[in-house]
Structure formats: structure tokens, C-alpha cells
């Protein structure tokens, strides 16, 4: 199981991005999801998390700015990103509960998209 994720890159403050995370390999179904992001010089944080019924919980510091969802046909998930500030600079990793085939579910990451927004 792998999770990709895309849709990184240096944007102005105020701007959008829209990052995309896939899930590929052999597995039976994906639980929860949810995007990290770690900053230079400091620990991980939780940015958002979707159920597999879509359910979703937000970090306090984007609520009313990111939006994530997920497409259970795709395997796929997203995180819009509005109204981005430079404190919004992070390496933003993919994270995912995910049931491989006879086996019992995981917790798996991807290797993480940077975004830098500029002031």
C-alpha cells in the first residue's frame, strides 16, 4: 500500500492549492484519513481528518479556510486550501488507516508535498 501525495508548491498569501493524496496497492478498504503538516523547527501537527462516512474534524488554526474530502471510489483525498497564510508553510503528509488484503488495518504515510506560501 502507498499513499502519493500531489499539488505542492510556492503560492501568495491569500492563495489557493488544492493537494491530492492516492492510495494505491492491494487493500480492502481505507478507513480514516487525514492530513499532517510539519513546519521547520517544529513537531507534526493534525491539519484535518475525514471518517470513510465523511465525517470531519479540522485543526482550530484552518477552520473556515481548508476543506478535506475523499472519493471511497477513487481512493483518493483532497485538501483545499484558501486564504493561505505563511504560516501555513509545512511539509503536508497523507495519512491513512488502510486494511491490506488478510491482513488486520495499518496506519500508513505518504513522504509528504511542500507548500510555501509567501508574504
Known amino acids: 500500500v502507498q499513499l502519493v501525495e500531489s499539488g505542492g508548491g510556492l503560492v501568495q498569501a491569500g492563495g489557493s492549492l488544492r493537494l491530492s493524496c492516492a492510495a494505491s496497492g492491494t487493500f480492502s478498504r481505507i478507513n480514516d484519513m487525514a492530513w499532517h503538516r510539519q513546519a521547520p523547527g517544529k513537531q507534526r501537527e493534525l491539519v484535518a481528518a475525514i471518517t470513510s462516512g465523511g465525517s470531519t474534524r479540522y485543526a482550530d488554526s484552518v477552520k473556515g479556510r481548508f476543506t478535506i474530502s475523499r472519493d471511497n471510489i477513487k481512493n483518493i483525498m483532497y485538501l483545499q486550501m484558501n486564504s493561505l497564510k505563511a504560516e501555513d508553510t509545512a511539509v503536508y503528509y497523507c495519512?491513512?488507516?488502510?486494511?491490506?488484503?488478510?491482513?488486520?488495518?495499518?496506519?500508513?504515510w505518504g513522504t509528504g508535498t511542500l507548500v510555501t506560501v509567501s508574504s
Open positions: 495519512y491513512g488507516n488502510v486494511k491490506p488484503h488478510l491482513f488486520t488495518p495499518r496506519d500508513y
